[in-house]
């Protein structure tokens, strides 16, 4: 134990007792004061188990928990006990994980992208280990954080259409170039770093990756650094209908750590796991605060629904084509709704959903969102300023 989380971080459930029987007691007393907030539910015994499974399922990998993906405190609090480092990609996450004590060589600034305040804080709280992908980045660590331990971050070798995101990393072309400025500079590299992007991960592209991230270790060896480090991103799949992807995933990893990476080389794999910790431990509830009808249909559509809007007052990120459910199942005999779905009002950028057949709501009806626990919690307590909902976190006996 490291005595990081204890009894009073969490509420203590007995095996069998699941996160809708919490909700619904909790939605009972809430009802009960006419409390209408928006709150979380969070099984941290659901984290436990994938920590273990990723541990099983890759057990050369060493995870660090990307910050930005659930800065929440019984999350970090957790992921810290059970040993994880964490990704930080600016000084206030850095703060964050070291607010609870996790020291600084468990925590990688991870940013491709770093101000030079928050570098120097980095800096100046013992954080090490950083990544560059060109020279302006790597200029500014030389200047201001002379003892940091750089990863050179490559280019993931993707198809751009299956991984729009990935915009960051240097070319293998020019590796050699950069590494040789960071020699100059007196810059201390010590090994490699890449991120596939998140969304419709191909197993292939890892393999692809090490084989490039591999080419660069040579490279570096021979401009004589101590190359001893690789980070393989994120980007594994969360939920648990994902599983033959993630063993898919996870077979190609090994095979290919071991094909370019072999065991006992010297070199040590860490990994950025994010929505694969978090996403299917979190369940959100939120209550209908407004309604207001919208036009009825154009002629030519079947008629039978009216455009509606429903409007919910809470504050955090729902991610597109996230899963709505009902407390109540909704009744046959009542029609559906095609319906629009709106977060606080007066943010035009909350609009969740549109054409939604939603069953016919009252102010005051909840809704559960599943899978809610990745990038949907801010790390600054207020988002425009509203409120962040509580989150109560839970954890079964056999769990803890
Ligand atoms: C650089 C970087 N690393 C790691 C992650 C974690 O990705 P995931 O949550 O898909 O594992 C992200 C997500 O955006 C990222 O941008």
């Known amino acids: 134990m490291n005595q990081y989380l204890n009894e009073s971080n969490f509420m203590m459930v007995e095996e069998g007792f699941t996160t809708r029987d919490l909700l619904e007691n909790l939605l009972v007393e809430l009802c009960q004061v006419s409390d209408q907030q928006a709150f979380f539910v969070a099984d941290l015994g659901d984290v436990v188990k994938k920590h273990l499974h990723f541990l099983k399922a890759l057990p050369r990998v060493k995870p660090y928990f990307p910050v930005k993906c659930n800065g929440s405190e019984g999350v970090i609090r957790l992921l810290a006990e059970l040993g994880t480092g964490f990704a930080c990609t600016n000084k206030a996450e850095i703060a964050r994980v070291q607010s609870i004590g996790v020291p600084a060589e468990k925590i990688f600034y991870s940013s491709p992208c770093k101000q ?5 804080y980095a800096a100046s709280h013992g954080v090490q280990l950083m990544t560059f992908d060109n020279e302006v980045e790597l200029s500014k660590v030389a200047r201001s954080h002379p003892r940091a331990r750089m990863l050179l971050g490559i280019a993931a070798d993707s198809s751009p259409s299956a991984h729009p995101s990935m915009t960051f990393g240097a070319t293998l072309k020019s590796c050699q170039h950069l590494l040789e400025t960071a020699k100059e500079q007196a810059v201390e590299v010590v090994g490699i770093s890449f991120h596939l992007g998140s969304c419709g991960l191909e197993p292939q592209a890892f393999a692809q990756s090490v084989a490039a991230a591999q080419m660069a270790f040579e490279m570096g060896t021979e401009l004589g650094y101590r190359m001893h480090l690789l980070d393989i991103g994120g980007g594994i799949p969360s939920t648990e209908d994902t599983r033959a992807q993630f063993e898919e995933i996870a077979a190609v990893i090994n095979s290919t750590l071991d094909l370019y990476f072999p065991d006992g080389c010297g070199v040590e794999i860490i990994a950025r796991p994010g929505r694969y910790y ?33 409007t919910g007052h809470w504050c955090i990120l729902i991610p597109c084509g996230c899963s709505i459910f009902f407390l109540q199942k909704p009744c046959p005999d009542h029609p559906s709704h095609s319906s629009s779905l709106w977060g606080p009002p007066g943010h035009a950028e909350d609009r969740i959903a549109d054409g939604l057949e939603l069953p016919e ?18 790390t600054s307590p207020s988002l425009g300023g509203c409120p962040q909902p509580q989150i109560t976190y839970a954890m079964s006996r056999v769990a803890w």
């Open 116 to 120: 030079v305040a928050h570098i120097k």
């Open 278 to 310: 978090v996403n299917s431990a979190f369940t959100f509830a939120a209550s209908i605060t407004a309604m207001e009808e919208g036009p009825t249909e154009q002629p030519g559509s079947d008629g039978r629904a009216e455009a509606r809007q429903v």
């Open 361 to 378: 709501l009252q102010v005051g009806d909840w809704l559960i969102f599943k899978d809610m626990g990745a990038y949907t919690i801010a």
